[in-house]
């Protein structure tokens, strides 16, 4: 059963934390990505990753930091320099078409992260 | 940044009426992709339309992609129900990381039994 898979679906953090969030594919797909998406908004992009131990920041990067130590897995810490991490994460990954980029992104089903 | 503004930013119809949403994006593109979003969970892939097409369809959906304009439209006929959700478009910019999806701010759609 492919697919991708984000976990946990609900995390409550401490102000200060920092916490990892995970996401594993089973797609045999070289890029991942991680998004943010706040409350009404649109997704925006915070890493992504086209092969392994490589990763490029994103559009809002700051306070986060990323690992690809191996294909299937690219977690996403939120590190206590983030100073609204209160969001909607959501990993994605997608084959890599060097040629074209004509391919779609497959996504998980999202964390909910919420600082107390 | 965000690359698409999509318009309207919501939308409500009655069951079996047609839904447009609009989608402006900024740069040159390799392609277009409409996402759907069900609330609070990930995104679907739609359709994905190439820099060199100018209309695409699959089901009830059709795709225009105008890029002397740089807008594209995704029309949903005969709507139902459970097409309520929120659309996104995404593009991959020409020239840039192969894969990367730049996202518009979406379109919220209801749709009234």
């Known amino acids: 059963d492919g697919g991708i898979t984000q976990s946990p679906k609900y995390l409550f953090r401490k102000e200060g934390q920092n916490v990892t969030l995970s996401c594993e594919q089973n797609?045999?797909?070289?890029?991942m990505y991680w998004y943010r998406q706040d409350p009404g908004q649109g997704l925006r992009l915070i890493y992504y990753?086209?092969?392994?131990?490589?990763?490029q920041k994103g559009d809002i990067a700051e306070g986060y930091s990323v690992s690809r130590e191996k294909k299937e897995s690219f977690p996403l810490t939120v590190t206590s320099a983030q100073k609204n991490p209160t969001a909607f994460y959501l990993c994605?990954?997608?084959?890599?078409?060097?040629?074209?980029?004509?391919?779609?992104?497959?996504f998980g089903q999202g964390t909910r992260l919420t600082v107390v | 940044s965000q690359q698409g503004e999509e318009d309207p930013q919501a939308l409500s119809i009655q069951e079996g009426e047609n839904a447009t949403m609009n989608c402006s994006y900024k740069?040159?593109?390799?392609?277009l992709q409409w996402y759907r979003q069900n609330s609070g969970r990930g995104l679907v892939h739609l359709i994905l339309?190439?820099?060199?097409?100018r209309e695409k369809h699959s089901g009830r959906l059709r795709v225009t992609l105008d890029t002397s304009k740089k807008s594209s439209s995704l029309l949903i006929t005969a709507s139902r129900a459970a097409d309520t959700a929120s659309y996104f478009c995404a593009t991959v910019p020409y020239g840039g990381a192969t894969n990367k999806l730049i996202f518009g701010t979406g379109t919220l759609l209801a749709v009234q039994p």
């Open positions: 990753s086209q092969i392994v131990n490589d990763f």
């Open positions: 740069t040159s593109i390799n392609n």
């Open positions: 797609l045999n797909h070289d890029a």
């Open positions: 994605a990954s997608s084959p890599l078409s060097v040629r074209s980029g004509n391919t779609e992104a497959f």
């Open positions: 339309i190439r820099s060199n097409e």
